[in-house]
């Protein structure tokens, strides 16, 4: 494989043609005058894997009639050096203009390769060309580059070395219109009577109906140049134009149809239709309701999937909790293995876990399909009232997730008032596992519509504490960060992977936590602690309305919130919650564990932000806060019977 | 689309100024810019061509859901832009706010993707 092959760079001047071609042949280059004129030629050569490749930059020209030196030269070149394969340097910015020297080009029946180059500069004007399609046009290979930058330039380079060894020619003719066809059909007949010349005849053909004196004079027949002069008469009847200036705007025509239809407006496309949703997803009304809908349909996905979840699991670890207490072990370690350690990972597992993985699974939905986004933007006028500002936005809704990052996010606010109220009102939203008292023991026992009415509740809290903080701390309320990302399709991969992140954490951090708790809890139970602490709690107990045992696992709760759930179902040996609370005792149970001061994490963050006194403050705040709901409600229950 | 320089103030104005008060009117917005208000109503026109605002009979302007998006975005930039010049370039607060304005229309995604990263990288490793 010695044979040495040679590439022409041909293209409209100023398109890049010497910028790929230095790339090329890392420019080392001659110089040179083409044989008698006055034109000049830049040559290289490529020696690579046994391949001797000479490239010829030829000059830059718009056509390849005859209007000057550079033009003549080129088709010479082309036609008669028949290099093994062109290729065309197009200002991908200027398509049209490009392409009607890519026309005659393609009529001349050379291998040919289509850089598309400076496609940066088309698509900074938001524009994008479906080279696919316009390949498919034009029968001949289209890549994209960025000679300056070169892109695209090693897969030019493959390309054209592919071509090269296969001579691959392009497949499709581009067709004008039914007068010039048909006369071109008859000069190609006598054409190949005529035989011996360097061009191919329907590159001819045209040629003569455009009157192209050098081409002229290359035929010998007579008969041709008369039948030519014959049908340069007949379109010039048809159109009322020179016969040269009907091909000229044929091919013009041709070439812009072309451009138009592989050009494409990126931005406003896709703007379009994220525009037509938007319309529809922010509406002042309707996407109010939408909103309302998609919230409701998330709390019953979470709560139908994540009972039926929690069953199947507690099923499935019920044998192996019969065969452990069958073991023949002393009954302080017996109580301690079974009920401290397994029935702590069997309650994180099927009480916690089934609500907050559909939990994290919905959240990165709505993330991933920007609809989070939306919330964002249908909430920010009544976020303002609350005189934290959409930015705020962002940071709650994590705190549905997890309080602690949500705390950790209000850094993005510049203000230390706007970052205290938005962290205060991120501890009153029910986070993940808090929600998972609301589904597990609420919506299970009670029905979900009381489970959304504490939601409700507190949401009406969150709205006056904000209004009430807005109003006493001092300070001019700023600004957001928001963006709105385009609508799309979520990908699967990423929803699953984000779900995933969030559950490790989960998995990682508070499941130890729970287990701890669990065996500490039992080591209570097994030393009869139980008793005296919760005699200490009396009094909140009497004031709630709720069993002794109740207020002590609220105390847990101050590790984790589903450990309030958890340490019941320790306590009482049993999950079924409806049978030791009455329906009356669980919603105010429900109520005041959504309420009160969230974790021990939570409290950390707080003082890390804010400082020990204003942590203290919140924590202080939140506990009476949700003791004193919780007993209003109480007796408000207990006075309506 | 794209939307030019002069647009995007407008729809940032009406959206900041809609916040603090349930009507907006072109000596508001005027006001706000620091320009005439015949200006205001050559620019709100060319607004409404564009449906991006809508004027009530009571001659308060409105957003559209259209407007309102590039107001609230324009403004999410400024204030993006605003606080990684003074915050961790320690560029001073007026200088800071003035080419926030000036630098936020041009701003591409990516950039605007990589300074918000950066913040929040920031946030969370200060501690």
Redesign the interface.
Known sequence: MNKAFTIALAGNANVGKSVIFNQLTGGKQIIGNWPGKTVEKAEGLIEQEGLKIRVIDLPGIYSLSTYSEEEIVSREFIARERPDLVIDVIDASNLERNLFFLLQLIELEVPIVVALNQYDVLEGR?LEIDSAKLSNLLGVPVLKTVATKNKGLRELFSLAKEILLQGKKPTGIVRYGKEVEERVERLIQEIQREGDLPYPPRFVALKLLENDPLIASECKSGALLTLAKELRKELEEIHGEQAETVIISERYSVASRIAESVTR?K??LQ?DFT?KI??LF???VGGYFILLLLLLSVFFIIFKFGSFLSDEISTLFNPLIQYLENLPLPGFLSGLLVHGLVEGIVAGLAIVLPYIAPFYFLLAILEDTGYLARIA?LT??LM?KLGV???AFIPLIESFGCNVPAI??T??M?RKRDRLITSVLATLIPCSARSVIVFGLVAVFLGPIYALLLYLIDFLLIFLVGLLLNRYLKGLP???????PRFRKPVLKIIFRQTWIRLKDFTNFALPIIVGANLVMEILILTNSIEPISRIFSPISWFLGLPAFATVALLFGFLRKELTLIMLATFYGTTNFGAILTGKQIFIFGLVTMIYIPCIATIAALK?EFGTVKALLVTLGEIVGAIIIGGLLNFLLRACG | ??IAKGIEDYLEAIYLLG?KSSSVRVKDIAQFLKVKPPSVTEALSRLAEEGLVEHTPYGEVQLT??G??TG??T??K???LF?FLR?VLGVSEEVAFKEACLLEHDISDET?GKI?EF??RL??T??
């Open positions: 938001g407006k931005e406003t703007a525009d938007d319309n922010l509406h002042p933007f920010d006028s303002h500002h959409g930015k950790l996010g850094r993005v510049e700023s600004g957001l960060i928001m963006e709105m890390r | 689309m794209r916040l859901v259209k309102k998006k609230m975005v403004w999410g400024h204030q993006l606080e915050d605007k918000k913040l929040e946030k969370y200060l501690f």
